[in-house]
Nanobody
Framework: VQLQASGGGLVQAGGSLRLSCSASIRDFGSWAMGWFRQAPGKEREFVAAIKWNGRTTYYADSVKGRFTISRDNARDTVYLQMNALKPEDTAVYYC????????????????WGQGTLVTVSS
């Protein structure tokens, strides 16, 4: 199993980025997926999660209204559209997979991908 995150980079405050996570996982469409982030010197935190069918999503309060999680089960990929970025969004972003949506929120994931660095300059 491999979760490959991409799309990170350097962006100015107020800008946008779209992260992608390509999953090499059997029956991708049956897995709940999530995004997490870890800033330097801080613990990893939950960002967003999406149910296997894409019909239910959850967001951390800090990103609500600015970030959107989505998925394309035909492409085995989950996305994180990040708008109105702030310097405090700077972190390494990770994608993860779990059998149930609630487990994603609880950081109880079966698989984790490598991270992609997002840097937001002020």
């Amino acid at each position: 199993v491999q979760l490959q995150a991409s799309g990170g980079g350097l962006v100015q405050a107020g800008g946008s980025l779209r992260l992608s996570c390509s999953a090499s996982i059997r029956d991708f469409g049956s897995w709940a997926m999530g995004w997490f982030r870890q800033a330097p010197g801080k613990e990893r935190e939950f960002v967003a999660a999406i149910k296997w069918n894409g019909r239910t999503t959850y967001y951390a309060d800090s990103v609500k209204g600015r970030f959107t999680i989505s998925r394309d089960n035909a492409r085995d990929t989950v996305y994180l559209q990040m708008n109105a970025l702030k310097p405090e969004d700077t972190a390494v972003y990770y994608c993860a997979a779990a059998t149930y949506l609630e487990r994603v929120k609880q950081h109880d994931n079966d698989y984790w991908g490598q991270g992609t660095l997002v840097t937001v300059s002020s």
